[in-house]
Each structure stands twice: as C-alpha cells, then as structure tokens.
C-alpha cells in the first residue's frame, strides 16, 4: 500500500520539531533550565517510559499473532525482539531513581545498565528484522524461542541485581554519561544507521507505507540515542527529550508493524472476499451449466443435488430424485455402486468407470463416472461428487471411425505399390503414412517408416540425394514423377503436393516397381532386333554366297596347277574365303536355325570331345586347361552338335581373352537332382561391368574382328534347350561362365 503525502508530512513535521527542541535546549540550556521543575523529572519520565513499554508489548503481541496467519520470518522474530525490548525497560523504570521498592532499592547504576541492555536487544534486533526476508517459514518452533527469551531475561535480570556495583559504572551522578556508555550509544546508532540506509534504499524500490513508518521510526530512535549521550544528569532536559524522541519511534514501529499492515489486510480480505464471490459465481455456472451430469451425494449415498446436466443425461429432474439413494438409479448395479460408496466415503476415488445406465425413457446409455470425496478446509470427508458423461454418440462415432481407418489400411496395404505422405520439419522430410505390399517386398513394414525422416531411411548417397532433391521440388509445389533403382527393383515414384491456403501442407506419394516391366520392354527390343537381324542375315547370306561358290572355285582350280609361284597368295585368299563362308553360315544360323534332332546323350562325353579338340591349340597359345569332374555321367535330352558348338564358341573367347597365356578350369557338378551345372574359368584380361548385361547382343561384341553373333547363338541354343547361362567377370582376373542344363528335358 502506498504512502500518503498527509502521513508523509506528518512524520517529516515531528523530525523538524525534534531537531529545533534539540536545538533550541542546546542553545538555551540554562534559560529553559530556570523554568524546568526538575520534582516533575520522575513523573514525565514514567509516563513516557510506560507508553514505550506498552507500544513494545503490542508490538509483541501483533507478531505472535500475525505470525499464525502469514507464517513469515520478519513476523517469527518481531514479537521476542520486543518482548525483550519492553521486559527490560520496564526494569529500567521500576529501578530508576526515586520509584518505589522493587526487588531491591532503585539505583542509578542498576537503572543505566537496564536502559544500556535494552538499547543494544533493541538496535541489534530491529537490524536483523530490516536485513531479514519475508520469506515463509515453518522449521522453528515458537516454544524454543520464547524459553530462549525468558532465559535471556533472566540471565541479564541477574546479573544486573546481583553484580550492579561490579558492573563498569555508565553513568556518574551530576556529570553525565562515562565514555562507556556513549561508546555504547554510538554503537547502537551505527547499527541505527546501517538499518536506516537498507531500509531507504529498499524504499526507493517500493514506496510502501509500512516501509515509510519503519524509515521514520529508525531515524526518531537514531535521534534519541545521540540525545542521549549529551546530557550532564539524568534529570537533564536532554533525558526528557530523548525520551520523548524514543517514544515516537515506537510509535512509528508499532504503525509500521501494525496499523499499516492491518490495513493491508483490511484490503485483502475485501479483495479475498471479490475474489471469493467471483470464484463462487463462476463454480456455480460451471456446476450448472456443463453439459456432463453432477450429482453431490451424502456420505449415505443419498442424492442433494444435480445440475441441469443430470436430466439431458439420465431424464430426471431434480424435484424427481433429490433424497433417493443413489444406486435406486441403477438396480443392475446395486451390490457394485454401495461397495463404491463405502470406498469413496472412506477417501478412495473411482476413475473414468464405464458403465451401460438406463435413462428415465427405458433407452440404455453407454456413461463414463467419475466418484470423488468432498473435503472440508479440515480435510474432513463430508460430500461426495458424481461426474457423469454420455459416450454414447462418442463411441458410435468412435466406431465408424475405426472401421473407416480399418478400411482405408486394408485398402492401402493391399495396394500393389507403396502410397506414402511426408512433410517438411527442420530440413528433412517425416513421413506420416506408408503401406503397400511393394513396402513388405523390400523387406520393410510401416513402423519403419512412419515417423522417420528421408535422412534415416536411404542409406545410398546418390539415392538419397535423388530423392532429397525430387522430395523438395513436390514440397514446393510441382508435381514431381522420376525412376529410381531400390534394392536391385526400378521403381517409378509420383509425388503431389497438398495445398491449403496456396501453400504445401503435405505431399502424398506413390510408388510402382516396373522392373518387370522394364525386363518384358527389352525383350520385345531384342526379339525386334533379333527379327532384324535374321532377315539381314538372310540377305546377306543369299547374296555373299553366290558369288563367294563362283570366286572359291576358281581359286581352287588355279590352287590345283602345279609350279604356281604365288600359291602362298592362293592360300592365304583360301583362307579368307573359308572364313567368309563360315560367317555366311553364322548368318544363315541365326535366321534360319536349322532342324534340330533331341536325343539322350552323355553330357560329359560331349565336353570332353570339345576340350580334345581344344587342347592342341590351347598349347600353342600357352594355355593350361584343367578338369574337374564331380560326377562320372550326366545324361540329357539335347542337340549334340549345338551343345558342342556352345562350348566351342565359350572356350575360344576364353583362349583369346587370354593373349599371354593363362589357365582355363572346366567344372561339372550335379545342382540338383534335376540340374547339371558347368562351369568354364579362365584368368584373361576379363570383361568390363557395363558390358556384361549386353553379352548375347547382335553385332555387340569386343574383338576386333569378331560380329558378335557367336555368343547370340550360343545363348539361343542353352535358351532353347531350357537351361541358363551367366557370365561373371572382373577385369583384369578373368571371366567365369556358369551353364545350367536340365537333366530331363521340359516339354
């Protein structure tokens, strides 16, 4: 609570009347002397030494009783401070010269140290109450204090009546104060002081009444104490206004501690009593205006109360049902709503129970309840509390809404490809769905997915930067289609932006695998090409052999006449023509493959004529062929003559793959019980990687003199006779050719 300008002035008006007493009996000391009654000295001294005593004991009494409401250590500590404080000038009074008998006879000395000890209790305490916080606390307990206040009293009562004369002397009569006890003065004013400065600069903060009483008070007491060490007897003028300065600081304390404070309170408790009042109008809207059923029951279980909540949930009325128990609503559940009562009534709570209830109409209600004790502000149970809520709509609704996810999950996971959705977060993109039976095919499941970012999921540097980028441009509005290879699978992946309010919300995906496509897409490339190529072929054949049967005659004729000097020329064009002859038949192979004839033939039997027939010219070129037979006899269903000419055709590249020699390893082994498999290994220059998928191509070859039409041929014949061929290569360590036949023939 703020000051006031009138309490301000007020205050500052009796420091200026302080100050000009003080001057006006330090000026004219001896004049005012003359009209001072100094018999009147014990009256005016008693009178104002009982208002202190007496503003210490409220002071007192204030903060114990204060402390039980606010439980603030400033309030714990105030009322044995002045307790203290007012024990000890009422000492100082009953022991001043000329009082009455008690205890002992008055004295001076006894009186001074009573005084000197109740300065220091009172500058030291009231500077612990200004550096002290009002933060809460509980850990002490009041008893232990005040037995430490009594004992203290105690010990310094005795001591002064028991060793007054032992005591260093504070004051000598008709001279003044001994430097002892201005010592002691001075030192309560420094602690005056440091508490006057804390509490003005505290003040500057928060310009608080109760802090402009305290300010005033510290600088009324600060005032006395050095009035008091001026005077030259005790029945001085200067005695009597210090006494009187005393007395206004007390004052001040008692109106910082007390009045301003009591009127703090009186603005709390209205404003407690507003807020009390709001807060029970708004309890009372709530309770009566909240759709979900509110019944207060007694500790019996019996109805005091419903909301207007109660009759759209259960159709009854309040008049209808107000004093009936409880579980007469719902006799089904007679036996199960008396054992919650009894548990409710004893301090447990039931929570969220679901219950079928039959409305006043005869129609059954799905109902969430919730049961929970009343207390009182003493913790005492003496309500109970029924939160009712329909679930009725809520769960039909519930319902419909699983049954359509459950749908839409069926329907995505049944889904050839994968659909998938994805937003932006933070630089990468968080799919919220993905299902589809391509997703189980990759070896993944939606877990795995949902919930993660692009960043988790692509391992492979150069897919994820591909998807990043695609990714980002859907983000920003394109619609974005693009072909990928994901674990050996070619997949095309269709990205569409969602926009609410023109901008990207979501992206929603798909994604196909066309792999197979792809394959079929190349093999009608390749039969077209292969059509082609017959009918060039053909052609070709038709038109080199006539005039090749014309030139190879001649030649021969003339090769025949003996003493030619140019027969190495007539041989080397021989050759030549024997080589062209044999490309013709290439061609005319290839399109028009001749009448093959199956029969059961020993597929060993067959390789070992070819590896014969090729060992000779293997040795020439320096080539080591090794074999490796795992079974004795492999009988199959072919052509001889083809299977031959395959293994022909794979052995001389191998020998040419091999300019400076090498070595060719030949394996036969059994598969299967139905699969013979052989193996040809030589340890040429080999074959590049992205050549390989191309091998059995028309006119694709590496020789350079070769047409390439060798190796289709050959995959022709191992194609036609329901077998495979496969070649793995690594450059610069050879190429391995696996063929796999079947030991019975598939019709």
Partial sequence: ???????????????????????????????????????????????????SVLVCFAISMYGWKAFDDTKKQTLLWLPFIFLSVGTLDFFHLMTYPGMPFFITESS???????????????????????????????????????????????????????YEKQLPVLIIANTGPTPIKNFLEYFCSLLLGIALLYKARK?????????????????????????????????????????????????????????????????????????????????HSVFNHTPDSITILNLEGR?????????????????EIKGRLFRDLMPELRDNIDKVVAEVSQGKSLIAYETIRQRKDGRKILINMTISPVRNEFGEIVQMAAISRDLT?????????????????????????????????NDDFIHTLCDGELLYELDLDPDCVVGKGLKELIEIAEIKQVLHSKYECAWKGQDVSFEVTIKNRICVITLKPIKRNEEVCEVIGSCIDISQLKR?????????????????????????????????GFTQLIDS??????????????????????????????????????????????????????????????????????IGQASLICEGNQIKQVFINLIKNAMEAMPNGGQLFVYVKKKSDDQIEIMLKDTGV????????????????????????????SFRIIESHKGTIVFESEENKGTTVKITLPLVRIA
């Avoid at 590049?688 to 289709?712: A, C, H, V």
């Fill in 561 to 630: 006449q003996e003493g030619l000097a140019q027969k190495s020329y007539i041989d080397l064009m021989l050759s030549e023509l024997d080589r062209i002859e044999m490309i013709t038949n290439e061609f005319m192979a290839v399109a028009k493959p001749q009448a093959v004839h199956f029969r059961e033939q020993d597929m060993i039997k067959l390789l070992n004529q070819v590896v014969s027939f090729s060992k000779p010219q293997a040795l020439l070129h320096k080539i080591d062929i090794n074999e490796t037979y795992e």
């Fill in 203 to 283: 003040l500057i903060r928060t310009r608080e009444q109760a802090d402009f009483d305290i300010l005033f008070a510290l600088a009324f007491l600060l005032i006395s104490e050095m009035t008091l060490t001026i005077y030259s007897s005790i029945s001085d003028l200067y005695v009597v206004l210090g006494h009187i300065i005393k007395a206004f600081g007390y004052a001040y304390i008692l109106k910082g501690y007390f009045f301003s404070r009591m009127q703090v309170s009186f603005h709390q408790n209205a404003e407690t009593e507003r807020t009390l009042k709001n807060t029970q109008e708004v309890l």
């Fill in 108 to 162: 001076i000395e006894k009186t001074a140290w009573f005084w000197m000890t109740a300065r220091l209790t009172a500058s030291i305490g009231i500077l612990s109450l200004i550096l002290s916080t009002d933060h809460k606390i509980t850990f002490l307990k009041r008893k232990i204090l005040t037995i430490i206040s009594i004992i203290y009293l105690v010990t310094i009562t005795t001591i002064i009546y028991t």
């Fill in 1 to 51: 609570m703020l000051t006031s300008p009138k309490t301000y002035r007020f205050a500052v008006y009796l420091l200026k009347i302080s100050f000009l007493l003080i001057l006006l009996v330090y000026l004219f000391n001896d004049f005012l002397t003359n009209f001072y009654d100094s018999r009147n000295h014990l009256f005016i001294h008693t009178i104002l030494e009982i208002f």
């Fill in 520 to 552: 079929t897409e190349e093999l009608l490339q390749k039969s077209e090409k292969l059509a082609v190529v017959g009918e060039l072929a053909a052609g070709l054949a038709h038109e080199i052999r006539n005039p090749l049967t014309t030139l190879k």
């Fill in 303 to 319: 109805i005091l109360s419903v909301n207007q909540g109660f009759e759209s949930v259960y159709g009854w009325k309040e008049e």
């Fill in 686 to 713: 080999g074959i590049p990687k992205d050549i390989l998928p191309r091998l059995g191509e028309p006119f694709y070859t590496l020789k350079e003199k070769g047409t390439g039409l060798g190796l289709m041929v």
């Fill in 393 to 425: 709509n809520q769960k039909q609704v519930e319902t419909k809404l699983l049954e359509a996810e459950q749908e839409l999950k069926e329907t995505v996971r049944k889904q050839q490809g994968i659909i998938f959705k994805y937003y932006k977060f």
